[in-house]
Structures are given as C-alpha cells and as structure tokens.
C-alpha cells in the first residue's frame, strides 16, 4: 500500500546539484538540507514517542551524532494531521507519519553513509516502524528509501553559506579571544605583544 498518497506528491526533483548529491533547491552555499516523510505503521505511534524521550533524558544518548561535526541540526517529529493551510483545511492523515530535518555539509550520499555505518541501530530505532524501510545496511538500499521519500525544499536560507558547522563553531571560539587581545593590546609594550600574540596563536591552533 502506498501510504505517501496521504500527503501532496512534490512532483519532479530539479537538477541535482554536483557538489550535494541532491536538488540545487536544498542547497545554500555549503549548507545543504534534506528532508523525509515517511508513513510509519500502527505500532511507530506507540513506540516513537517512548523513543523521543528515552534520547532527549538518556545520558549521552546523542553523543554520537553530536561527534558528526558535518551535522547543523537534525530533528525527527511524528506528523498525525496536515495544518490548515489558505483555503485548504486541515487534514487529519490516515496513517502518522515521520516527518525528519537535517541541515549539513557535505555531500548527500556521505550523509547518508554516516548515518548507515556510524548510527546503524539508531536508524533502525527511528525508522524501524516506517514502511518500506529496507534497514541502514547495506547503505544502497537505505539511500533508495530515503531519496523516495526526500520532499524538495520550497525556501531554503542559510545565514552564513559558505561557512560550514565546524568553521562556525570555530569562529564562535575565536572571537572573544582575539576581542581580549584586541583589547589590551594598547596598554602593551611591543615585546609583551609578541608574546601575547605567539601565546595566541600556540592556543588557537584548531581553529586555523
């Protein structure tokens, strides 16, 4: 049964994008966003939200998908009704569906493969009540569902495009500390500067 009838076909993908591995229409820069639908079968209402909340008060439950410093965010969400949109009212679906976001650098099919080969198991938590879901390994078959159930994004912004997760983050480090220096530097003898200015560097490392 194909239960994706529930929702609107987005209809025809654009040219997929050389760099992403997917339409031009979810990319921004190095920003590249994904999203899925997924009608989840009677038992994925009970055993999702149980799910959800075992991770967000599990210690150290998303510690893993945390390290994929490539990741901006990434959110699952059980759909039940359609929101009044215009004219249109809202619609209850027939089945819940799993409705899941992610921004991140990169190419597609390595963030695909991330998931498949580092998160194996979790993806079968979260997508093990969907239908049609072939399990995260092998990777190629777990590519094919997420790309027949991938909706094309309609608006698409990142503020910093050609920045990824991890220079941002970096950026976010740096910044106060170069602010310090910035501000004590006229007080300084040029010595004292240049040992400022080496202790510094030798700190920031990672950043550069």
Same mark, same amino acid.
């Given at each position: 049964m194909d239960v994706q009838n529930e929702v609107m076909n987005p209809g025809?993908?654009?040219?997929? $994008?050389?760099a992403s591995g997917t339409s031009t229409r979810n990319v921004d820069g190095q920003a590249v966003?994904?999203?899925v639908f997924s009608g989840v079968r009677w038992w994925g209402p009970l055993w999702l939200p149980l799910f959800f909340l075992f991770?967000?008060?599990g210690s150290g439950s998303l510690?893993?998908?945390k390290q994929l410093s490539f990741i901006h965010a990434a959110r699952w969400s059980l759909v039940r009704r359609l929101p009044a949109n215009g004219t249109?009212?809202?619609?209850?679906?027939?089945?819940?569906? @799993?409705?899941f976001e992610s921004n991140f650098n990169g190419g597609w099919e390595e963030y695909i493969d991330a998931f498949s080969y580092v998160l194996t198991h979790g993806m079968w938590a979260f997508w093990g009540s969907s239908?049609?879901?072939?399990?995260a390994l092998p990777a190629g078959p777990f590519k094919e569902y997420i790309s027949r159930n991938e909706y094309e994004a309609d608006h698409y912004y $990142?503020?910093?495009p050609e920045a990824t997760a991890t220079t941002v983050l970096q950026s976010l480090e740096l910044a106060p500390k170069l602010a310090e220096l910035r501000r004590q530097?006229?007080?300084?003898?040029?010595? $004292?500067?240049? @040992?400022?200015?080496?202790?510094? @560097? $030798?700190?920031?490392?990672p950043c550069l």
């Open positions: 025809p993908t654009t040219a997929a $994008s050389a966003a994904l999203t991770i967000r008060r510690k893993t998908l249109r009212p809202e619609r209850r679906l027939r089945f819940a569906h @799993l409705y239908y049609g879901f072939p399990h $990142s503020a910093y530097a006229p007080q300084m003898s040029p010595e $004292s500067f240049n @040992l400022a200015w080496g202790r510094l @560097l $030798s700190e920031i490392q």
